[in-house]
């Protein structure tokens, strides 16, 4: 049972656009910038976003978080086959003084 | 370009210690005056999600995920740029690919900025 929530699956056909949602609580995202992350298989997660909406040097335009409250969520405009991967959200915990992160959504490109 | 690299074995017994060491090149594990960063692990079972082991070192206190803590002894060696990591008594349950990996905290935020190629570790007999 992952401390924050995200949906396990999510699909749309190439070229459209996409969101994930991530949900949490006050001591995790409420009080914390929210990271997320891609991995593709067989591979290490590799973050896409961090304090909510920031994208490393590298990482396309198409990739955009925001964060309201004690929920989050990653978008991608003009989805690619390539975007097909996993993604996971996390959170620094103020009660657990460490990372917290969701379940991870499946992203398939119909 | 910073470089973390796990190593350790593949294979573990069950009851026996997981040890792991990571490697860091293109980099120091020291922090400076703006960016402080801690370096820990993180596991992801077989087709499971990630699960934070720790270590977070703050005010004299060093906090693990609580259900590692009894278990989990990290150490860092910043002269041969690496960190380690041993888990006892293990079981099929501790399976899994391990992360090392960077936090920074800037400004009041942290962020996950540096990942390990991940290492999978078997726990069997």
């Known amino acids: 049972q992952s401390v924050l929530t995200q949906p396990p699956s999510a699909s749309e056909i190439p070229g459209q656009r996409v969101s994930i949602s991530c949900s949490g609580g006050a001591s995790n995202i409420g009080s914390n910038p929210v990271n997320w992350f891609q991995q593709l298989p067989g591979a290490a997660p590799k973050l896409l976003i961090y304090s909510n909406n920031q994208r490393p040097s590298g990482v396309l335009d198409r990739f955009s978080g925001s964060k309201s409250g004690t929920s989050a969520s990653l978008a991608f405009s003009g989805l690619q086959s390539e975007d097909e991967a996993d993604y996971y959200c996390?959170?620094?915990?103020?009660?657990?003084?460490?990372?917290?992160f969701g379940g991870g959504t499946k992203l398939t490109v119909l | 370009q910073l470089r973390l690299q796990e190593s350790g074995p593949g294979l573990v017994k069950p009851s026996e210690t997981l040890s792991l060491t990571c490697s860091v090149s293109?980099?120091?594990?020291?922090?400076?005056?703006?960016?402080?960063?801690?370096w820990g692990w993180i596991r992801q079972p077989p087709g499971k999600g990630l699960e934070w082991i720790g270590p977070?070192?703050?005010?004299?206190?060093?906090y693990f995920n609580p259900s590692f803590k009894s278990r989990v002894t990290t150490s860092i060696d910043a002269s041969k740029s690496q960190f380690s990591l041993r888990l006892r008594s293990v079981t099929a349950a501790d399976t899994a690919v391990y992360y090392c990996?960077?936090?920074?905290?800037?400004?009041?935020?942290?962020?996950?900025?540096?990942w390990g190629q991940g290492a999978l570790v078997t726990v069997s007999s």
């Open positions: 990996a960077r936090t920074l905290l800037y400004f009041g935020q942290f962020t996950l900025d540096s």
């Open positions: 293109g980099g120091s594990l020291n922090s400076n005056s703006t960016h402080t960063y801690y």
């Open positions: 977070f070192s703050y005010s004299g206190n060093t």
């Open positions: 996390a959170a620094w915990d103020d009660s657990l003084n460490g990372w917290v």
